[in-house]
C-alpha cells in the first residue's frame, strides 16, 4: 500500500535546477563518392510546445564543412558558436581552412573538455576530405566520434536511422542474381532518400517537421548535381568545392 | 625659471624651498600649449566648445574628439594632453556608473568632481607618477539644475557660470565676462561660444583647427549630445561672419 | 502553517504529480524540511513573479502585452508592476518569472545602454544586439547552477526590420512571428499562431491590439496568477509606445450556475 508519511520522510527531496531541456527535431548526413548531403528540419520544441517553426540546426563552417547540432539547442548555439571561433583562429595563423579530419577531431577535443558538465547536443560533420571523398562524421555528447557514410540523429534518430541502414548500406536485401549493391550513392538518390527520410519522420514523430533543409558538399569538378528544383549555391572555394543550399517544407501539423 | 637645474622639479613628491611642486605647474604649461576649450552655464543647459588644433591634413574629420560623455548628463571638454583627457574621462565613467550602482540615480555633477578633484590629487604627491597635463571642463544637468566645474591639474576645482581653459584663456574669459550668461538661451549660447572659439583662434591662425560642440539641457533632454549639424554649421557661418566685420 | 509560498493554494499531499501539472521547480514538497539543511544546496526558486507575456509582429512593427501582476506563490501581492521594459528607442523587453531577477535585468541593461552612450559613436544597440548580450548573460548564468528564473521576449524595430525573440532561464532561445510565455504558451500561443501569423504584413495596429487584449482576456479568465490590468508596448519605426494600464472586461455570471461538476448538481 501507498504509505504517503514513508514517502514524505524519505528524506529532502531534491529539488535541484535541471540546466538542461530536449528541443527536439532530427538530423542526418549521407556521404558520397565526391560528395556530402547534411540535413536537418527546422523546428524548434520544448515538450509537447512548439517554440518556432524555423530555427535552423545546420550551419556552414567552412567552403568544405558543413555541421548539423541536435539536442539541447542553447548548448548547440553556443557550441556552433565556440566551433567557428576556433576555426577562424585557425585560418588567421594558417591562412587556409581546417580539414574535415582535422574539424573532427577539434569537436571531439572541444566536446570531452566538458566531459563533467557536457554540452548536450549530438553532432553530426559532413564535407569533403582532402583526398577529394565525400565524408560524415558522427560525434556523441562528450566526444566520441567516427567516420561513416551515413547517420541520423535526434528526437527520430530510431525512425530514420533503419531505414539509411537499409537504403544506404542494403542492410536486410540480398542480392539478386548477378547483381551486386553500390558501394556509393549517386546524389540525385541520396536526396531522395533525405527527403524522404524526413517526411517519413514528420508523419510518425511529433517533434519533426515544419521545414526541411538540406546542404550539399561537392567535390571540385564534380558533375553530381543535377538540375534540381529550388537549389541554391552558397559558396566556391578557391580549391573548388562548391557548396549548395536546398530548402523544402515540412508537413507543420 | 629658476627651478631648472636646482634639482626640485623632478619629482611631484618634492616641495621647492619656496613651497611650489613645479611638476604640477609644469603640468599646467602643457595644458597652455594646448587648444582652447570653454564650457557656458546658461538658462536651461550648457554648452561645451573646443579648438581642436588639426596637426596633420590626414587626420580623419571628427577624429581625437576632445569633447566626451561621461554619463547620460554628463560632457566634458579637455585641454591639454589628449590622452590623459581620455584616461580621466573613462575614471569619471567609472565613478558616474558606481554612483548610480549605489544610490540608484543619476549622479549631481559636484559628486563626480569632487571625485575626479582627489583622483587627480592623488598624482601630484608620489614621485613614481606624473601629474595630468589637463584642465577638464565637466558640464551638466543634475537635480539642482545646469552646472559647470572645472579641474585643475593640481586636483583644485571651482564651480563656474563660465569657463575657459588652454591657450586661449585669457582672451576667452574676458569675452565671456561681456555677456550676459545666465540669460542666453542654449541656442544663443551655441553661437556664443562658436563666435568665441573662432575669435580666440585668430592668434594661431596658420594652425588648421576643427570647431568641437556639444550641449545638455532642456534642448536635448537633459542629455549630453553633440550639437545638430544645421546648427553647428549655422553658428560657424555667424562666427566666421563676426570675424571678418572685426578685422 | 505552511510558510512556503509556491505552495499555498494547492492540493494537500499531492506527492504523486502524475499528470504533470505542476512546472518542475514548483513540485508541491510538504514533508517537515529543516530550515538549514538544504538551504545551501536549493539552487534557487522564484520567489515573486510575473505570468505570461505575448509578443506579435504586425505590419508596422513589433508589439507586446503583460498584465500588472506580480505573485507572491498564489497570492496576488502586487498589483501594479510594469512588466515591459523599455530599453533604448528601438526596443522593449517583456518579463515573465522572477521579479528580483528582472530588476536586476534592468539594472544590467542600464549599465550597459549608459557604457554604449558614452562612446558616443554613432551606434545604437537594437533589438537583435539586445536579445543577444541577454542570452549570453542567461546562458552563462545557467552554466553557473544559478540562473536567473525568467522567461523574457525581446521585441523592436530598428532599421525597418521587425524583430521578435525569446530567452529564458535556460538560455534556449528562438525568433518567431508571434511569442508567448509561461501558461501563454499553452493558452495564447495557438490563438496567435492562428490570428497573427499568416497575416504579419497586413495586420494594423488596432488589429493586433485586439488581438493581443482578447488572449489577454482568455488567459485572464484561465491562469489563476494573472490580472485584469495589462499594457501593451508598441514598437514601431517611429519609436516605443507603452500603453496606460487598462482594464479588462470579463463576466463571471456563468459561474453562479456551477455546482460542483459531473453528475454532482447541489
Known amino acids: 500500500m501507498f504509505d504517503v508519511q514513508s514517502v514524505a520522510h524519505q528524506g529532502p527531496q531534491s529539488r535541484q535546477f535541471n540546466p538542461y531541456t530536449e528541443n527536439g527535431g532530427t538530423i542526418l548526413a549521407i556521404a558520397g563518392a565526391d560528395f556530402s548531403v547534411i540535413a536537418g528540419d527546422t523546428r524548434q520544441s520544448e515538450g509537447y510546445s512548439i517554440q518556432t517553426r524555423y530555427a535552423p540546426k545546420v550551419f556552414q563552417l567552412t567552403d568544405k564543412a558543413v555541421l548539423a547540432v541536435n539536442g539541447f539547442s542553447a548548448d548547440g548555439k553556443m557550441f556552433v558558436k565556440k566551433v567557428k571561433q576556433r576555426l577562424e583562429w585557425y585560418r588567421h595563423?594558417?591562412?587556409?581552412?581546417?580539414?574535415?579530419?582535422?574539424?573532427?577531431?577539434?569537436?571531439?577535443?572541444?566536446?570531452?573538455?566538458?566531459?563533467?558538465?557536457?554540452?548536450?547536443?549530438?553532432?553530426?560533420?559532413?564535407?569533403?576530405?582532402?583526398?577529394?571523398?565525400?565524408?560524415?562524421?558522427?560525434?556523441?555528447?562528450?566526444?566520441?566520434?567516427?567516420?561513416?557514410?551515413?547517420?541520423?540523429?535526434?528526437?527520430?534518430?530510431?525512425?530514420?536511422?533503419?531505414?539509411?541502414?537499409?537504403?544506404?548500406?542494403?542492410?536486410?536485401?540480398?542480392?539478386?542474381?548477378?547483381?551486386?549493391?553500390?558501394?556509393?550513392?549517386?546524389?540525385?538518390?541520396?536526396?531522395?532518400?533525405?527527403?524522404?527520410?524526413?517526411?517519413?519522420?514528420?508523419?510518425?514523430?511529433?517533434?519533426?517537421?515544419?521545414?526541411?533543409?538540406?546542404?550539399?558538399?561537392?567535390?571540385?569538378?564534380?558533375?553530381?548535381?543535377?538540375?534540381?528544383?529550388?537549389?541554391?549555391?552558397?559558396?566556391?572555394?578557391?580549391?573548388?568545392?562548391?557548396?549548395?543550399?536546398?530548402?523544402?517544407?515540412?508537413?507543420?501539423? | 625659471m629658476t627651478s631648472i637645474g636646482t634639482g626640485y622639479d623632478l619629482s611631484a613628491s618634492t616641495y621647492s624651498p619656496d613651497g611650489r611642486i613645479?611638476?604640477?605647474?609644469?603640468?599646467?604649461?602643457?595644458?597652455?600649449?594646448?587648444?582652447?576649450?570653454?564650457?557656458?552655464?546658461?538658462?536651461?543647459?550648457?554648452?561645451?566648445?573646443?579648438?581642436?588644433?588639426?596637426?596633420?591634413?590626414?587626420?580623419?574629420?571628427?577624429?581625437?574628439?576632445?569633447?566626451?560623455?561621461?554619463?547620460?548628463?554628463?560632457?566634458?571638454?579637455?585641454?591639454?594632453?589628449?590622452?590623459?583627457?581620455?584616461?580621466?574621462?573613462?575614471?569619471?565613467?567609472?565613478?558616474?556608473?558606481?554612483?548610480?550602482?549605489?544610490?540608484?540615480?543619476?549622479?549631481?555633477?559636484?559628486?563626480?568632481?569632487?571625485?575626479?578633484?582627489?583622483?587627480?590629487?592623488?598624482?601630484?604627491?608620489?614621485?613614481?607618477?606624473?601629474?595630468?597635463?589637463?584642465?577638464?571642463?565637466?558640464?551638466?544637468?543634475?537635480?539642482?539644475?545646469?552646472?559647470?566645474?572645472?579641474?585643475?591639474?593640481?586636483?583644485?576645482?571651482?564651480?563656474?557660470?563660465?569657463?575657459?581653459?588652454?591657450?586661449?584663456?585669457?582672451?576667452?574669459?574676458?569675452?565671456l565676462e561681456k555677456l550676459q550668461i545666465g540669460e542666453l538661451t542654449m541656442r544663443q549660447a551655441v553661437k556664443e561660444a562658436a563666435r568665441i572659439i573662432y575669435l580666440v583662434h585668430e592668434d594661431a591662425k596658420e594652425k588648421e583647427f576643427e570647431l568641437e560642440m556639444s550641449w545638455i539641457g532642456d534642448e536635448t533632454g537633459g542629455v549630453h549630445l553633440p550639437i545638430p549639424k544645421e546648427l553647428q554649421q549655422e553658428a560657424e557661418a555667424a562666427a566666421k561672419a563676426s570675424i571678418e566685420v572685426f578685422e | 502553517m505552511d510558510h512556503f509560498p509556491t505552495n499555498w493554494g494547492r492540493p494537500r499531499n499531492d506527492l504523486h504529480d502524475a499528470y504533470g501539472t505542476y512546472p518542475i521547480h514548483q513540485h508541491p514538497q510538504h514533508a517537515p524540511k529543516d530550515a538549514f539543511a538544504d538551504g545551501v544546496k536549493r539552487t534557487q526558486q522564484p520567489i515573486v513573479t510575473g505570468t505570461s507575456v505575448l509578443g506579435v509582429v504586425y505590419k508596422d512593427g513589433v508589439m507586446l502585452a503583460a498584465d500588472n501582476l506580480a505573485s507572491y506563490g498564489s497570492l496576488a501581492r502586487f498589483k501594479d508592476v510594469q512588466r515591459l521594459h523599455p530599453v533604448g528607442n528601438h526596443t522593449v523587453l517583456g518579463v515573465s518569472g522572477d521579479m528580483s531577477d528582472y530588476q536586476y535585468i534592468q539594472k544590467l541593461l542600464e549599465e550597459l545602454v549608459i557604457e554604449e552612450f558614452t562612446e558616443q559613436d554613432g551606434s545604437i544597440l537594437g533589438p537583435a544586439e539586445l536579445h543577444e548580450y541577454l542570452s549570453q548573460v542567461m546562458y552563462a548564468r545557467r552554466?553557473?547552477?544559478?540562473?536567473?528564473?525568467?522567461?523574457?521576449?525581446?521585441?523592436?524595430?530598428?532599421?525597418?526590420?521587425?524583430?521578435?525573440?525569446?530567452?529564458?532561464?535556460?538560455?534556449?532561445?528562438?525568433?518567431?512571428?508571434?511569442?508567448?510565455?509561461?501558461?501563454?504558451?499553452?493558452?495564447?500561443?495557438?490563438?496567435?499562431?492562428?490570428?497573427?501569423?499568416?497575416?504579419?504584413?497586413?495586420?494594423?495596429?488596432?488589429?493586433?491590439?485586439?488581438?493581443?487584449?482578447?488572449?489577454?482576456?482568455?488567459?485572464?479568465?484561465?491562469?489563476?496568477?494573472?490580472?485584469?490590468k495589462f499594457q501593451i508596448a508598441t514598437i514601431t519605426e517611429e519609436g516605443i509606445r507603452i500603453s496606460e494600464t487598462r482594464h479588462l472586461a470579463s463576466s463571471w455570471s456563468f459561474a453562479e450556475g456551477i455546482r460542483g461538476y459531473g453528475a454532482q448538481t447541489q
Not at chain 1, 553500390?182 to 517519413?200: G, Q, R
Not at chain 2, 569632487?114 to 606624473?130: E, I, K, M, P
Not at chain 2, 544637468?141 to 563656474?160: A, H, M, N, T
Not at chain 3, 525569446?166 to 508567448?180: E, H, S
Open chain 3, 143 to 228: 552554466s553557473k547552477i544559478n540562473p536567473l528564473w525568467n522567461s523574457l521576449i525581446v521585441g523592436g524595430v530598428k532599421d525597418g526590420q521587425r524583430f521578435l525573440a525569446y530567452v529564458d532561464l535556460l538560455g534556449t532561445t528562438y525568433k518567431a512571428p508571434t511569442i508567448a510565455t509561461g501558461y501563454g504558451a499553452y493558452i495564447a500561443q495557438p490563438l496567435l499562431r492562428k490570428a497573427v501569423e499568416p497575416y504579419t504584413d497586413v495586420l494594423t495596429e488596432e488589429q493586433a491590439q485586439s488581438i493581443l487584449e482578447e488572449c489577454m482576456r482568455v488567459l485572464y479568465y484561465r491562469d489563476a496568477r494573472s490580472l485584469d
Open chain 1, 93 to 253: 595563423a594558417h591562412a587556409k581552412d581546417m580539414p574535415i579530419r582535422s574539424i573532427a577531431r577539434l569537436i571531439q577535443t572541444m566536446l570531452y573538455s566538458r566531459r563533467f558538465f557536457p554540452y548536450y547536443v549530438y553532432n553530426i560533420l559532413g564535407g569533403i576530405e582532402d583526398d577529394g571523398t565525400g565524408s560524415v562524421y558522427s560525434f556523441d555528447p562528450v566526444g566520441s566520434y567516427e567516420r561513416e557514410a551515413c547517420r541520423a540523429a535526434g528526437a527520430a534518430q530510431s525512425l530514420v536511422q533503419p531505414f539509411l541502414d537499409n537504403q544506404v548500406y542494403y542492410k536486410n536485401q540480398t542480392a539478386g542474381q548477378d547483381e551486386s549493391f553500390p558501394t556509393h550513392l549517386p546524389l540525385p538518390s541520396v536526396l531522395k532518400l533525405v527527403v524522404d527520410a524526413f517526411t517519413s519522420a514528420t508523419e510518425r514523430h511529433i517533434e519533426v517537421g515544419d521545414g526541411l533543409e538540406i546542404y550539399v558538399v561537392l567535390k571540385r569538378d564534380s558533375t553530381a548535381i543535377q538540375s534540381m528544383e529550388g537549389v541554391q549555391e552558397v559558396t566556391t572555394s578557391e580549391e573548388g568545392q562548391r557548396v549548395f543550399y536546398i530548402r523544402r517544407e515540412l508537413k507543420k501539423d
Open chain 2, 22 to 175: 613645479f611638476q604640477v605647474e609644469y603640468a599646467a604649461k602643457a595644458v597652455e600649449n594646448s587648444g582652447t576649450a570653454i564650457g557656458l552655464r546658461v538658462k536651461g543647459g550648457v554648452v561645451l566648445a573646443v579648438e581642436k588644433l588639426v596637426h596633420s591634413k590626414l587626420l580623419v574629420p571628427g577624429a581625437n574628439r576632445r569633447i566626451q560623455t561621461i554619463d547620460k548628463h554628463i560632457g566634458m571638454a579637455t585641454s591639454g594632453l589628449l590622452a590623459d583627457g581620455r584616461h580621466m574621462a573613462n575614471r569619471g565613467r567609472d565613478e558616474a556608473a558606481s554612483y548610480r550602482e549605489v544610490y540608484n540615480s543619476p549622479s549631481p555633477l559636484k559628486i563626480i568632481v569632487d571625485r575626479l578633484g582627489l583622483y587627480a590629487q592623488a598624482y601630484t604627491v608620489y614621485s613614481s607618477v606624473r601629474p595630468f597635463g589637463l584642465s577638464t571642463i565637466l558640464g551638466a544637468v543634475d537635480k539642482d539644475g545646469p552646472q559647470l566645474y572645472v579641474i585643475e591639474p593640481s586636483g583644485v576645482f571651482f564651480g563656474y557660470r563660465g569657463a575657459a581653459v588652454g591657450k586661449g584663456r585669457q582672451l576667452a574669459k574676458t569675452e
